[in-house]
């Protein structure tokens, strides 16, 4: 190892707490028995070593900052109190603040690691490099370098580094890392690969369709990676809180330095005890680390369950809902048609259904899927001939079936009624028609009753589909209100009068382009599986990384929970802090009290704050 290196890592050794704690308290300690045995100058030694030692950073920082204008801050306070204690001939508190501090600064890390890694394990998702295919030749790349409509090869057990759709293979894909589902999904040519998914079963070669940094696994990165600069009413009043109180009391303890002794109350050696005592407790880094923590150890629970929070602003609106307001399509619904209806004419429904799924076998069309989903029995199809935007003919088992809109049939001579779906017509006669409806999400009425029994006193959808489609589902789910056939500026319209007559928070939960204006204006915009939806995610307040609705109570319960831990600190923190001020003015406690009020507050509150990231993944 090189002299450069060892530097470097004996200086990122250096400024790990637990060691400058451990090296404090080996001079600490040996000081304190010396005192105790009549070795006063030896053990005075000791003592400033053990300052200067455990106290380094403390100081260049709070040294730092007073340079860049940021004066009033907890290593100031700290550097002051020690080194004053020091001053006024008691050397072992003054160390004593310092280590304490140094504590209470360990534990502020490691809940801040702790819930980061919270995130990470989720969120872990990019690849560094790709494969790219050119001239015949693979060659690894930064996957930052790689070019949008590159060809890049995927083997088997490798995650997808860039955005992409397939051009040759198949595999099984999954997602398990970005939405949550348990279940690998098939994709095939044509079909597109989010980055951060795993490639099951097979090797893909895909064309990207995005650059790295602004594929999917990048968005959602950058989403957590920037949360905490969205901060939360809270946590902005503790930040003004602090400029505020800060140099109220930095000017009271000079005041209690100098006053009692030139009025003969005091002599100076306690007067500037007392008013360092109270310097020491009168520090707010228990609620500057505590608050902030708590929101920080809430969105990392929430991204242990698929939730993705922007900020800690989300918490407060998301705790005091009142109405969660719906769009539908991909949100109540799967956003995938099913058979809702067979109207025959002339022939048995379910070999209506079978010979129209059999004649649609090769296409991808999500009428096809539908079909084929519901048919019991598919048989081979031949001489197929697609008419684009009308249906297809093809030969099943010797008849002629032919499956499409009204211009096919009037195509074919035929007259029909009025129907939604596709007809069928069998050897030249109209044979009856097929309905398809947008299925219902399976956990959508669960999840809807879970919300009421959080107290969610509306529950409401504001659709662009057809009115009867929307009543369907409505009815269905049991909705409050049902509103349908809107485009996105009567959606807006209609929310931002909810909003208006609401005196709670007003959610809208939506997974598309035309749910963007309507998830920024809400008091809070969750965007469901929106993985893709660029707008959503930009204008939401939360994502929820899978299409599965039972995640929105859980968002709520995150958020109540996290507010209740928010709040706990603040009455903690100033609670016990001002009545410790309180007897440290009266003379009734001493620097050993100011300690624990300063530190040990801190340290309780973190450990609250951790209660934050716990939470049941499901």
Not at 329 to 352: N, Y
Request: charged share 20%.
């Amino acid at each position: 190892m090189n002299r450069k290196k060892l530097k470097k890592r004996l200086k990122r050794l250096y400024k790990s707490e637990p060691l400058r704690i451990l090296v404090g308290l080996c001079f600490f300690i040996p000081a304190l028995i010396l005192e105790h045995l009549g070795f006063e100058a030896i053990s005075l030694g000791l003592f400033i070593a053990a300052l200067l030692l455990s106290g380094a950073t403390v100081f260049i920082s709070a040294f730092r900052g007073i340079l860049r204008g940021d004066v009033f801050d907890e290593k100031l306070l700290m550097s002051v109190a020690a080194v004053g204690a020091m001053i006024i001939g008691e050397a072992e508190e003054g160390v004593a603040v310092m280590l304490f501090f140094l504590v209470g600064e360990w534990f502020e890390h490691i809940a801040v690691r702790r819930s980061r890694n919270s995130i990470r394990s989720l969120m872990d998702i990019r690849p560094d490099t790709a494969t790219v295919l050119a001239d015949g030749a693979e060659s690894v790349l930064d996957a930052e370098d790689v070019a949008v409509g590159s060809v890049i090869l995927i083997r088997s057990g490798e995650r997808v580094p860039i955005d992409c759709a397939v051009i040759s293979g198949e595999c099984d894909l999954d997602n398990s890392a970005l939405t949550g589902e348990s279940l690998p999904i098939s994709v095939k040519i044509g079909d597109e690969l989010s980055s951060g998914a795993v490639v099951l079963g097979g090797a893909v070669t895909a064309k990207t369709l995005r650059t790295a940094d602004s594929s999917a696994a990048a968005r959602i990165l950058d989403l957590v990676e920037n949360a905490q600069e969205r901060k939360s009413r809270a946590e902005s009043f503790i930040t003004r809180f602090s400029r505020v109180y800060t140099p109220i009391v930095f000017s009271l303890a000079l005041l209690m330095a100098v006053l009692p002794p030139i009025f003969g109350w005091l002599d100076l050696t306690d007067s500037l005890y007392r008013a360092l005592s109270f310097l020491v407790v009168s520090c707010p880094c228990a609620l500057v680390i505590s608050v902030p923590m708590a929101f920080f150890g809430g969105i990392g629970n929430a991204a242990s369950h698929g939730i993705l929070y922007k900020g800690g602003n989300v918490f407060a609106p998301l705790s005091n809902i009142s109405e969660v307001v719906f769009d539908k399509t991909g949100t109540l619904t799967e956003g995938r048609l099913i058979v809702d209806k067979i109207t025959p004419a002339d022939c048995a429904p379910e070999k209506l259904l079978s010979l129209a799924a059999s004649a649609e076998y090769a296409s991808i069309h999500p009428i096809a899927r539908a079909l084929k989903s519901a048919a019991t029995e598919i048989y081979p199809a031949e001489e197929i001939t697609e008419f684009s935007g009308k249906g297809i003919i093809a030969r099943v088992n010797g008849i002629s079936v032919a499956v499409g809109n009204s211009y096919l049939m009037a195509q074919l001579g035929f007259s029909v009624p009025n129907a939604d779906g596709v007809y069928v017509a069998l050897d030249g006669k109209y044979a009856g028609s097929i309905g398809f409806a947008d299925e219902i999400k399976a956990e959508a009425p669960a999840a809807l009753e879970r919300l009421r029994r959080l107290g969610v006193k509306r529950l409401s959808m504001l659709s662009g589909d057809r009115r009867e489609n929307a009543e369907r589902v409505g009815a269905a789910l049991s909705l409050d209100e049902i509103n349908a056939e809107l485009l996105p500026d009567g959606k807006l319209s209609l929310l931002e009068k909810k909003i208006a007559e609401n005196r709670g928070s007003v959610v809208y939960v939506g997974d598309g382009i035309n749910d963007a204006p309507c998830l920024a204006r809400a008091d809070v915009g969750i965007a469901m599986g929106s993985l893709g939806a660029d707008s959503a995610i930009e204008a939401a307040d939360a994502v929820i990384m899978s299409d599965n609705l039972s995640r929105l109570p859980d968002a709520v319960k995150i958020a109540r929970k996290t507010e209740r831990i928010a709040k706990q600190n603040i009455v903690l923190a100033i609670g016990i802090k001002a009545l410790v001020l309180l007897l440290v003015s009266l003379d009734i406690s001493g620097m050993w009290m100011a300690v624990f009020a300063d530190v040990g507050v801190a340290v309780l509150a973190i450990l609250n704050s951790f209660r934050a990231l716990i939470g049941k993944r499901k």
